[in-house]
Structures are given as structure tokens and as C-alpha cells.
């Protein structure tokens, strides 16, 4: 296997991996959408709200707001924590929120207890209160994964294609396949020759292939190599959310060896 990176941002990951099968690929997008932990805040009390959004509203709002924390790593999932899920400061983090209109209230409103936990973006907008009116809420946010609710779903936009195989023989340079291509894919080099710009920007449309009338150019996928692409809601930079999915896939892969090693 063999990993090379296309492109990094806090966001978003590009990335090639070669030697693999599809299902391993697959494995890993799957692990970035619905293995990784991440907070969402998880229960609300409303003691009051007169603003125009019923109760309901407020709270699927709430639910979505990426939230981001200096070091996941001090919280557990309910589930794994040494209070046995009942609720403690080791997998619930407190917030309060309350706001008088006339405001627009914003996500970077919300004041969870640990001065380490924020929303990950400040001004996603909840509500717009007219004057006088009132929103007071308390609740908590927990840590689970996407498998759970998609509001725990770190990876968002989480896909892979197969990395394409370009290849020209018997070209004339009459430039068809460079006008037809979407992608912007084929150019002219200063020799007037076809050139590829940029193999990882090819959708494997045809549209180039089907365009030659001297069938000088071929289009096909590689079987073993992948272009992935992840995106994070922001509440885990894209980096650490494929090395957690990663992670998450070794200790499912241990735990079975050590199932099978138990009863042989
Ligand atoms: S359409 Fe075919 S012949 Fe024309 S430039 Fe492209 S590959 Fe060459
Ligand atoms: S297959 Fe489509 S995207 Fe790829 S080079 Fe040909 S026309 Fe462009
Ligand atoms: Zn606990």
C-alpha cells in the first residue's frame, strides 16, 4: 500500500492510495463517516423560548452545529465511561445559551463549561429574535459517532474514485479531445502535442475517447488505486479524521484477530 498526498487543508484531504482493493478503500470512507467520535450536543432543556422557531427547531439547530475541542481525547462515549453512562464531566460537556432580541443569535453564542470546547465555526446563525424576545437553554453535548446519529457524522462529503489510465498513440493533434474535455483534463503543449494536466481531475466521462476518430486516445481505471477525498464538518481537521478512521479500522481488525486466535 502506498499513500500520497494531492491536497491538505483544515478541512479536506485529497489523497492517493495505491496496492489496495476497492473494499479497502470503501472500508476506510466508511470508517471517516460513521466510526470516528465527535461531539454533538445531545440533550436540551428549553426554560424559555418566545422567539418565532418552535422548540423542535431550536434543537435539530443546535444538534448540527459542528462543535470542536482543544484535545478529544480527556472525553469518552457514554458507553466506554467510568460512570457507566449515567452522566459526568468525562463524557458530558455543559453549555448554556441565552440571548434577549433584538439579536441574531450565532452558534459562537453557546458557552459550553470547558473553556476548550467551541463551535467550530462562530457564526452559523440559530435564530433571529425580535425585541423582547427570550431564549434561555442549558443541555449538554456528548462524544458518539456517525453510526449513531448523523449529527456524530465527523466525514461529510467522504468519497473515492479510481485513478485513471491515459493513454495517446496515433494522435494527429487535431485538439477534439482537449475542446470536449469538461474537466479541463487534455491540453496543447507548445508543440501542438496532447498533453495530460492533471490526471486526478479526470471523471472517466469517455467524452475524450468517444470524441477521437482515430482512436488514439484510451480512458480506463486502475483497478488497485484510488483518489480519496474527505471532508470534515469542521469539528475535526480532515487530517486527523482519516488518521482516526485509520485507528478505528485497526482496532476492529485486532479485536477480530483476537476472536479467532481465542477459539482456535
Ligand atoms: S481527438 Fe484523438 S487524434 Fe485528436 S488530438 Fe485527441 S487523441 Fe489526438
Ligand atoms: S475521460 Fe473525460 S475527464 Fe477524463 S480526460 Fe477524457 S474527457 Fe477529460
Ligand atoms: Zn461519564
Redesign the pocket.
Known amino acids: 500500500m502506498n499513500v500520497e498526498l494531492i491536497e491538505l487543508r483544515d478541512d479536506r484531504v485529497r489523497f492517493l492510495l495505491t496496492g489496495v482493493t476497492p473494499a479497502f478503500a470503501n472500508a476506510i470512507r466508511r470508517s471517516c463517516i460513521a466510526e470516528v467520535p465527535k461531539l454533538a450536543i445531545d440533550e436540551i432543556s428549553i426554560y424559555e423560548n418566545t422567539s418565532v422557531l418552535f422548540d423542535e427547531q431550536i434543537a435539530l439547530r443546535l444538534g448540527l452545529v459542528p462543535i470542536r475541542a482543544d484535545d478529544l481525547s480527556v472525553y469518552s462515549t457514554p458507553d466506554e465511561c467510568q460512570c457507566g453512562g449515567i452522566g459526568c464531566p468525562g463524557c458530558r460537556i455543559d453549555f448554556m445559551l441565552t440571548a434577549e432580541g433584538p439579536a441574531t443569535v450565532h452558534s459562537r453564542d453557546i458557552k459550553f463549561s470547558d473553556p476548550s470546547v467551541r463551535a467550530a465555526f462562530d457564526n452559523i446563525p440559530l435564530v433571529v429574535l425580535g425585541e423582547g424576545e427570550k431564549l434561555v437553554i442549558e443541555g449538554f453535548a456528548t462524544l458518539r459517532t456517525g453510526k449513531e446519529h448523523a449529527k456524530w457524522q465527523a466525514g461529510t462529503l467522504c468519497g473515492y474514485k479510481n485513478l ?1 489510465s ?1 493513454e495517446i498513440s496515433g494522435c494527429n493533434n487535431c485538439g477534439r ?1 482537449v475542446k ?7 491540453v496543447l503543449d507548445e508543440n501542438d502535442s496532447i498533453k ?1 494536466r492533471d ?1 486526478t ?9 468517444e ?1 477521437c476518430d482515430q482512436r488514439a ?1 484510451s ?1 480506463v481505471p486502475l483497478e488497485d488505486a484510488f483518489i480519496m477525498s474527505i471532508e470534515s464538518d469542521g469539528s475535526i481537521n480532515a487530517k486527523d479524521l482519516v488518521r482516526m478512521a485509520a485507528e478505528e479500522l485497526k482496532k476492529k481488525a485486532l479485536a477480530l484477530q483476537d476472536t479467532l486466535a481465542s477459539i482456535s
Open positions: 485513471p491515459i479531445c470536449v474535455c469538461p474537466r479541463g483534463v487534455l495530460v490526471i481531475e479526470c471523471s472517466l466521462c469517455r467524452l475524450c475517447v470524441e486516445i480512458v
